[in-house]
Each structure stands twice: as structure tokens, then as C-alpha cells.
């Protein structure tokens, strides 16, 4: 007899609703009375979604760096050690944005080499408004990533609902069944989906199965995408970054060893385009100001986060930029957090970002009212 967990790969691209997603499965499972634990990955170096998740789920962070490559030797470790640790009855590892869910399913499949953990599948979650978008150009890394992250899901959670017309929401469905035919598809607006109905299609999890039944039911990891006759069917990674100019600053994280496979440098070159900003604020700024900067943007910032404190409102917020939305939340989070804000995009001026952001620290937006 034995004891496997089952673990979750959480994809989509930045900003379409992953951890949105997450809470509630965290809120389902816990409601069932077991013990769901996360592996939280993010490009920057803070893990602000992880104050979003409870603090009773224990969680480990994969930071400042993308977990399908620079730090992909480190999953296996940090599954083992949750295990470990925790004795959890379901994983979730919540990949970044860029993440190529091909590379993640490798690295987890790795893993389940020698570790008792049972991949139960892929759900990406979609900006529908986005993708519909990007449909529309139909080039682009971020295009490709998306198609990539559609075809390779087990299931789909088809975000962001209410963003998109009523009229064009067959071309959205066509879309995502020729891209991946075999994956149930779920719409929604804020992740809100039938979550049994969505575990059920992976096989779910069940505190008996989990704790005491025998394998029988046991997928092999790697079964997930040849049943589904998507292997063949995915495209190489996004190209070589050669073809983009900017100041882009590529994703690295020197201080992770890089385990070799056969696709390191491929998978690298897909995110060289990629960068990011971290701002730690020195005090609080003005909240209008703030707001004008994130819709001044530019478009080559896609996803923005950060906890502020603002000089004219008494609480601190949590701000969200996704696509072109923006959201504030109140929070009061535990432990030392401190004011910070995290760019994500491609070659955007970092320089001029930081300068702006410097301004608004001095009170300078408001001199130029
Ligand atoms: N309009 C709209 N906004 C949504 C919906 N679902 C989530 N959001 C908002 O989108 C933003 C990003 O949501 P997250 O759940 O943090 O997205 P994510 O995929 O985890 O983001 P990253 O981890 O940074 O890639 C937040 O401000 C959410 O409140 C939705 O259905 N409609």
C-alpha cells in the first residue's frame, strides 16, 4: 500500500486569475477537512500573492525566478520538503505567468520519479478579454505562451467572463477548442467554477484515497499529455528573444544551479524578453497620484502588483494591475511587509518607471497637476 499525493499545476499567464483560482480551491479543501499546501512561484523577488493565501496553508515560495527554467532543479526539493514537513493532502504549484507548462509538467513528472506524488493535471486559467485580443494580431511571444499554456491544460478555466461581449464568445469557444478539444472548459468570472465538478474531471482528491487507498487509480504523470495527443500537437517554445530590441533586462537568477536538460537554453531564450521592476517605497504616497501612474503605464507593462500605504487614506492596500485593470484592496498583512511594487513586462524603461516613481514619493505628480 501506498501513500501518494496528488499535486496541481496551476498555469495561465500573468494576471488571468491564478490565485483567484487557488483560493478556492484552498477554501473547498479545507472545507472537506484536508490539508492543501502551495508552491507559490513568482519572477520577483516578493511573493505578494502569497498574502493572499491564509497562513494556516503551509506554503513554500519559488522566488525571482521562472519555475519551468532558472529555477526548475529546485521543484523537486521544495515538493519533497513540503511533503516532508507538512504531510499535505494535496499540492498546488502556482507557476508564474510566463511559465511554459510543458517545461513544469517535465519538472514535476522529474520529481515523481522518486517522490510519491501523483500529478493530476494542468488547469490554466485564461484572461478571456486578452486572449480575444491577442487572437485578433495572432503574433507575439505572449500570444504563443497563451496558446502553449491553452493546449498543453487539462482543464481550462476560461476567466474573466465579464470583460467579454456576449457576441464574441463563440469565436472564444472556437478558439479554445481547436487549440485543445480534450480539456473540460469552464467560464467564469472571478474563478468562480463548480470546483468538485472541476477536481472530479482530474480524478479529484478524497481524504480516504489519499490516506489510505491503494493505487489503483494512480495516473502515471507523464499519461496526462499523450492522452490527450497533445505532445505532438504542441509548438516549440516561443522564439529566440534575438528579434527584440528595448532595454530589455533578461530573467535570471544566478544563485540557482541550473539542472541540465534538453531544453535549458530553449526554455531560457523564451523568457529573455521578460523583465522586471522592484520599487520598495521609502513612505507613503499620495493615492490619485498613484492611481494616474498605473493608467499611464505603458502598454509594454502587463501585470503590476504591490502593498502600499497612502498619505491620504489611514489603511494600507494591496493594488493589482492585469491587463489594463487595475484593483486596490485593503489588507493589513501580517509581519513586517514592507511598501513595494513589482513591474512585470518587456523592454519597458526601467529607468523612466523608477523616475516616476521617485516623483511621486517626493509629492512631485502633484506640483504638476
Ligand atoms: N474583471 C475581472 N478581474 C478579475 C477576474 N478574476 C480575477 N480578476 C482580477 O485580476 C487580477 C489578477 O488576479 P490574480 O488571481 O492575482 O491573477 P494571477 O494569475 O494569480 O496573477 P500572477 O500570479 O501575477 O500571474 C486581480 O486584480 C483580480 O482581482 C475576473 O473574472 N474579472
Redesign the pocket.
Known amino acids: 500500500m501506498s501513500q501518494t499525493t496528488p499535486i496541481y499545476i496551476l498555469s ?11 483560493q478556492q480551491l484552498i477554501d473547498h479543501w479545507q472545507g472537506e477537512g484536508l490539508l492543501p499546501a502551495v508552491i507559490m512561484n ?1 519572477v520577483g523577488d516578493v511573493n505578494l ?1 502569497g498574502l ?1 493565501v491564509q497562513e494556516q496553508v503551509p506554503m513554500t515560495e519559488m522566488l525571482s525566478g521562472c519555475i519551468c527554467c532558472s529555477i526548475r532543479g529546485d521543484l523537486s526539493g521544495e515538493i519533497a520538503g513540503l511533503i516532508q514537513r507538512e504531510a499535505p493532502d494535496v499540492i498546488v504549484v ?1 507557476a ?2 510566463i511559465a511554459n507548462p510543458m517545461e513544469i509538467l517535465e519538472g514535476v513528472s522529474e520529481a515523481a520519479l522518486y517522490l510519491p506524488i501523483d500529478l493530476r493535471g494542468i488547469m490554466t ?1 485564461v484572461d478571456s478579454a486578452h486572449l480575444l485580443e491577442l487572437y485578433n494580431v495572432q503574433k507575439g511571444k505572449t500570444y504563443r505562451l497563451m496558446q502553449e499554456q491553452i493546449r498543453c491544460a487539462s482543464a481550462l478555466i476560461l ?5 467579454v461581449k456576449e457576441e464574441e464568445e463563440d469565436l472564444l469557444q472556437s478558439i479554445v477548442e481547436r487549440w485543445n478539444g480534450y480539456a473540460g472548459v469552464w467560464k ?4 468562480r467554477v463548480d470546483i468538485p465538478a472541476l477536481l472530479d474531471a482530474l480524478g479529484g482528491v478524497k481524504a480516504d484515497w489519499t490516506r489510505a487507498a491503494d493505487n489503483e487509480s494512480k495516473q502515471a504523470p507523464g499519461e496526462l499529455v499523450p492522452q490527450n495527443g497533445r505532445e505532438q500537437n504542441a509548438e516549440p517554445h516561443a522564439e529566440s528573444a534575438s528579434d527584440h530590441g528595448g532595454e530589455s533586462q533578461p530573467l535570471h537568477h544566478p544563485h540557482h544551479a541550473h539542472k541540465s536538460h534538453n531544453h535549458e537554453s530553449h526554455a531560457h531564450e523564451s523568457h529573455d524578453h521578460v523583465m522586471v521592476y522592484t520599487h520598495y517605497f521609502k513612505g507613503p504616497v499620495e493615492s490619485l497620484a498613484f492611481e494616474r501612474l498605473i493608467a499611464d503605464l505603458p502598454r509594454d507593462v502587463y ?1 503590476a ?1 504591490g502593498v502600499l500605504t497612502f498619505s491620504d487614506t489611514a489603511s494600507r492596500f494591496l493594488f ?1 494591475y ?1 491587463f489594463r ?1 487595475s ?1 486596490f484592496m485593503k489588507i493589513t498583512p501580517q509581519g513586517n511587509v514592507p511598501d513595494v511594487a513589482v513591474f512585470i513586462g518587456e523592454h519597458f524603461s526601467r529607468s523612466e518607471l523608477e523616475q516616476a516613481l521617485l516623483s511621486l514619493e517626493q509629492g512631485g505628480l502633484r506640483e504638476t497637476d
Open positions: 495561465g499567464f500573468l494576471g488571468s486569475g491564478k490565485t483567484t483560482l487557488l513568482e500573492d493572499q502556482e508564474t505567468g486559467v476567466n474573466k467572463m465579464d470583460r467564469a468570472v472571478r474563478c501585470r502588483k493589482q492585469a485593470e484593483d
